[in-house]
């Protein structure tokens, strides 16, 4: 018996290598057919706006002095009540993301007071010219919300002096 | 001899290099897509339906890739390696039939390119030329990996070539004629393959390690040689070593079908003889599967053990067969009773067992030693 073990046993291997051809792939034919990110996942990042259509951001810049690769620029200026962004005094007249230095680790989301900035489920990110890759305010802000105003907005006086909202600890 | 008869050739062989080049191209698809489904994956899919532009993608781009010439390489040896290479592995498959005589339109056609009396000993010498091109294209390259790939894959060929030769031995004794259509026309009551069914699977072991193909696959073996000869290669002539290799594969399975698995026979070739490309046609295709699948099953066998398998295992096995081949034959022409040919499968697989027995017994004496 011992003379037919080890064709046995090549038999075996070759009947499970063939086995295997009739087997559903596992590949996923990624630009038709994606797979949804899980609800942790780490993507772009998306500047937040609150409902009524000013931005979360109020320039603060703690996420770019939180920022271990410095990837991200933030210039804030004045609100005044004629010309508001967001609430409180200021907000970010220029944000700007370095794609390329962006190490998505999350820190900026972390350290944001507002909940401004959050890491988004969008992962496509490719660019021919490395200035591409410099992602302005513009392409990174949340489009306006169905009831809400675009920014700058006319407001009364008095009514957005907090900057910083009361708020829960998040959830996941 | 007409002017005539040199064009059919012309013809003939034009048809036959293109049925090789094309069979290569699609050769390399189709181990492709079948790895991947043994791997559970899909394989190329994207240059046209199901894949089918993807060789000539792979072609477009070793064409337009950059040929780098190492500065210390010898120019001329390495420019005609790959040259060197490739002709044996085309012309290695003259002298199989694809099938038989065809009357077409009042005109007799052969189907084969060249009818030579010692065709076994054409495809033997061929194909011990091919080793040449490796090992210069390993030496020429100047680069120690390339070198060792080329040393390696000779040490090799040599070696496998012995029992592979006297596999093909088995065959020409069988058929009383080394002329390929003499050993096609007696394969047509019975198979060779299971007359000598121990012969064959010295000849399916041997080709593996002909061609370079995994397990046997020493010359390149990434993990020791980076890409073992072809590694200072690039862009189109490296593709030329590429193509030998496949047409190398495609050839040795043509061959394979032809000295034991019947060529062209098969049922009706006689009332339809068209059926005869279209068999021998099927045989190479499945004979091509069994390399890929071996491929995806076994891993690299270590590189002693592939010369101790082929001097200690497989020489002495082939001579055993060759032998009792030939007791066989005799025996069944002096008592004129062909049933004693059933001697011959009978005693080559005790043959056979006794060696697997054999080398058993030897592995466990080892293993006890090393305890």
Known sequence: ?172 | MTLFHVLEWLIKGFVWSMVLLGGFAYLTLFERRALARIQSRIGPNRAGPWGILQPIADAVKLIFKEELTPATADKLIFLLAPIITVVPALIITAVVPWGPSLDIFGYHLDLYIADINVGVLYIMSIASIAVYGIVLAGWSSNNKYAMMGGLRSSAQMISYELALGLSFVSAILLAGSMRMLDIVNMQKSIWFVLLQPVGTCIFLIATLAEVNRAPFDMPEAEQELTAGYHTEYSGMKFALLFMAEYTKMIAISAIGATLFFGGYQGPFVDKFPWLGPIYIFIKIIILLFGMIWVRATFPRIRYDRLMAFGWKVLLPLSLAVVFITAVGIILAQHFENSLLMWIIPVASILAAGFVVAMIDRELRRKDYARR
């Open chain 1, 1 to 172: 018996m011992r003379v037919v073990e080890p064709f046995v046993q090549m038999a075996r291997g070759l009947w499970t290598t063939l086995r295997m051809m009739f087997d559903k792939p596992v590949t996923v034919q990624y630009p038709e057919q994606k797979k949804p990110v899980k609800p942790r996942f780490r993507g772009r990042h998306v500047l937040k706006r609150y409902e009524n259509g000013l931005e979360k951001c109020i320039g603060c810049a703690l996420c770019a002095a939180a920022c271990p690769a410095d990837a991200i620029f933030v210039e804030s200026s004045e609100n005044t009540d004629e010309i508001r962004y967001s609430p409180g005094e200021r907000y970010a007249s220029t944000y700007e993301i370095n794609m390329l230095r962006c190490i998505y680790c999350g820190f900026c989301e972390d350290a944001c007071p507002t909940e401004a900035i959050v890491l988004g489920d969008q992962y496509e990110l490719s660019f021919t010219d490395r200035r591409q890759a410099i992602y302005p305010k513009e392409m990174l802000i949340e489009s306006i919300l169905a009831d809400g105003q675009p920014t700058p907005q006319k407001t009364k006086p008095g009514e957005f002096t907090r900057s910083v909202p009361a708020m829960k600890d998040p959830q996941d």
